[in-house]
């Protein structure tokens, strides 16, 4: 298959932005920029997603939303040491594994950047049990090579600054495969940017909102006020799930190149059932490869938007994933590329009377 080469653009340079909870400016001021010169419409919500509209020509079109969250997992400075240590808490889900001994960059209320590490203890000092045991993120410390506080605060860094993982995008050898840091969720961002773009000149019989949600990674807030804002019919969070391809994970159909993940439910929602039926539908009619998902912890921001108002149709598409929650997590082009096909020829075949069947 092909693979858009704006697709393989966006992915890198969104993966290689700054964007944690809260802060995720650089990515909607992306969004706009990358749609910049068509007809749609950009509005904002007072958390900061950023929903990018296309209206239909029809009276009374329904309007189906796509929903991926801009933000990723990274930290806050909570206080500075006498000794120009660092100390930090985390926004978002992370495992003290993936942290030692990264770095991190730092980013000034002025926005000034600066790279530092988080310290580990050479194991040749250890006590044995210290080996076996994961360590605390609250017992951690970002270094920046300071001798004291005043080093640290002369540079303008403060509590209440964010902490961004320090990880470029790469592409593996087979051409597909592609590694850096916020696949989760910019692999929705670039699909969602995708999408827009290869409707932009489209005749439709419903209105399209492209949404990039913020503060999903700590509670699903953004999408919870876009969906009262913006008003959907139909819904689709768009998100990366757990590919059960590696060692250690139990395996599964859900791998990387096997195609959209259809999610069946999560710990937030479970998928409306009509609308499952018609993707699936919809993907059988276009020859698009897809799997089914099913999550026991976890969830997307489907889970608030489903219950907005008196209730929205609503389901996940999901791109599998590897290493999800680290600096490097893997994601292939050839699903991302497909699940802005499946999610194309679903809108370009959407109209008042397929919203009717899947209304009670």
């Known amino acids: 298959m092909t693979i858009s080469a704006s ?8 993966s290689n932005l700054n964007g944690v909870s809260s802060r995720e400016e650089n990515i909607s001021k992306y969004i706009k920029n990358s749609l910049k010169g068509t007809s749609f419409k950009f509005e904002y919500d007072n958390l900061g997603s950023i929903a990018v509209i296309k209206k239909s020509a029809k009276k009374d079109a329904p309007t189906i939303m796509l929903a991926a969250h801009m933000d990723e997992i990274g930290f806050m400075v909570t206080k500075i040491e006498k000794t120009g240590y660092i100390k930090f808490t985390p926004i978002g889900g992370w495992w003290g594994h993936v942290v030692l001994g990264q770095k991190f960059i730092i980013t ?6 600066y790279t530092g590490v988080v310290g580990s203890t050479p194991p040749h000092i250890m006590e044995y049990a210290q080996t076996k045991a ?12 300071a001798s004291n506080a005043k080093e640290i605060e002369k540079l303008g860094i ?37 999408v827009m773009k290869k409707l932009s000149k489209v005749n439709l019989d419903c209105n399209v909102t492209f949404v990039g949600t ?11 006020t876009s969906a009262y804002k913006w008003t959907p019919d ?33 710990s937030s929602i479970i998928a409306s059932k009509p609308l499952f039926n018609l993707v699936e539908q919809t993907a059988k009619k276009s020859k698009i490869p897809y799997t089914y998902d099913g999550l026991t912890g976890g969830g997307t921001d489907a889970g608030a938007i489903h219950l907005a108002r008196e209730g929205v149709i609503t389901m996940t598409l999901s791109m599998p994933s590897r290493y999800i929650h680290s600096h490097n997590s893997m994601v292939s082009l050839k699903d991302m590329q497909n699940t802005a ?8 075949g959407f109209d008042n009377s397929k919203l009717k069947k899947l209304k009670y």
């Open 7 to 14: 697709l393989k653009k966006d992915i890198k340079n969104l």
């Open 108 to 113: 000034t209320e002025k926005g000034k950047e």
């Open 134 to 145: 994961v360590v605390k993120i609250k017992d951690m410390y970002i270094d920046l090579g």
């Open 158 to 194: 403060k509590p209440g600054d964010i902490i961004s993982p320090d990880s470029k995008m790469f592409t593996m050898p087979n051409g597909d495969f592609v590694v850096g840091k916020a696949m989760d969720n910019r692999a929705a961002v670039a699909v969602g940017i995708e």
């Open 214 to 224: 913020t503060q999903e990674e700590v509670g699903l807030r953004g999408a919870r």
């Open 234 to 266: 139909v819904a689709f969070a768009v998100d990366v799930t757990i590919a059960h391809d590696t060692p250690g994970v139990t395996p599964s159909d859900v791998k990387l190149g096997s195609g959209v993940a259809l999610s069946l439910f999560d």
């Open 341 to 348: 096909n499946l999610l194309i020829e679903f809108i370009k």
